[in-house]
């Protein structure tokens, strides 16, 4: 698509339950990112893909977080037992291959899905 | 985790000044990138400095790096009301640079 697509954009869910969360990348874009955004402070880093694989999963936070992007396109990232402190919004961003024309350094963000856990 | 501090945390100011802010990292970097932030949406990339350069420009904004003070400033000149947004660094590490790592932010606030 012509930019990075998140669904849904708005999620409220009740403490303990299980959610998926949703990113369409640029097409043509190898690297898809998911970053965590709270309320006044700067995106935190949770897991990027390179492809299929996931390059860099330090960010997440604890084992109820999983992120998949089996066809190296479209990612879900996944919580389970949900807490109020996951309440945030989950920011996708995606680019092309390093060394390639679709790759100039920058992310391109999707609008984000804001999560709140009741 | 984050590796950039942004200051100040907020700016006040009137249309037509400048505004300037200011971001310190911790580690080595390859490249040092600005984002800016409407609220309650997604961010959209300003700029981006590689680590042998000093300064950038594009259009009203200008980019500093200085690797040895580990800084970097963004400037908007002749600010107008619809620069009001947050503003973030968003650092590249040396090693492993396909991750980006950002900072706190500046939120301006640019009067009419």
Known sequence: GAGVSQTP???VTEKGKYVELRCDPISGHTALYWYRQSLGQGPEFLIYFQGTGAADDSGLPNDR?????????????????????????????????????????????????????? | SQQGEEDPQALSIQEGENA???????????????????????LVHLILIRSNEREKHSGRLRVTLDTSKKSSSLLITASRAADTASYFCATAPDTGFQKLVFGTGTRLLVSP
């Open chain 1, 9 to 11: 954009s708005n999620k």
């Open chain 1, 65 to 118: 977080f999983f992120a998949v992007r089996p066809e190296g396109s479209v990612s879900t990232l996944k919580i389970q037992r949900t807490e109020r402190g996951d309440s945030a919004v989950y920011l996708c961003a995606s680019r092309g291959f390093p060394g390639t024309s679709l790759n100039t350094g920058e992310l391109f963000f999707g609008e984000g899905s804001r999560l709140t856990v009741l």
């Open chain 2, 20 to 42: 300037t802010m200011n971001c310190s990292y911790k580690t080595s970097i390859n490249n040092l990138q600005w984002y800016r932030q409407n609220s309650g949406r997604g």
